[in-house]
């Protein structure tokens, strides 16, 4: 693949339509789901010892960030929620409670 291939492919991917699904209609509501996305790439070339070289790469990561909810007049933003991460989260403040709590307890009982 040429660079020029390489970086109009890139152009392609990196549109508003990766980022914001066709929007969805029933009932009188529209949802269009979002995502978080991020991307970077690098191209070049040069000469090997038959005097020709190119070469890049190109990377991409999306996730769900959430919906616009459409409702006659009316939009909201629905953010997505990230369990994996909200188990985290709770995981790491109920670690840290009974650390700080162990301690308090020791000081307590001298």
């Given at each position: 693949?040429?660079i020029?291939?390489?970086?109009?492919?890139?152009?392609?991917?990196?549109?508003s339509?990766?980022?914001?699904?066709?929007?969805?209609?029933?009932?009188?509501?529209?949802?269009?789901?979002?995502?978080?996305v991020?991307?970077?790439g690098?191209?070049?070339?040069?000469?090997?010892?038959?005097?020709?070289?190119?070469g890049?790469?190109?990377?991409?990561?999306?996730?769900?960030?959430?919906?616009?909810?459409?409702?006659?007049d009316?939009?909201?933003?629905?953010?997505?929620?990230?369990?994996?991460?909200?188990?985290?989260?709770?995981?790491?403040?109920?670690?840290?409670?009974?650390?700080v709590?162990?301690?308090?307890?020791?000081?307590?009982?001298?």
């Amino acid at each position: 693949m040429k660079i020029e291939d390489l970086r109009d492919t890139a152009g392609n991917l990196l549109k508003s339509s990766i980022v914001y699904a066709e929007p969805l209609e029933k009932n009188g509501i529209t949802v269009i789901a979002a995502a978080s996305v991020a991307g970077g790439g690098g191209f070049g070339n040069g000469h090997d010892e038959n005097g020709q070289g190119e070469g890049g790469g190109l990377g991409v990561r999306g996730k769900p960030a959430g919906a616009f909810v459409v409702k006659g007049d009316r939009v909201r933003w629905q953010p997505a929620i990230d369990v994996n991460r909200l188990i985290a989260v709770v995981g790491a403040i109920a670690v840290v409670a009974l650390l700080v709590g162990g301690r308090i307890a020791q000081q307590h009982a001298h």
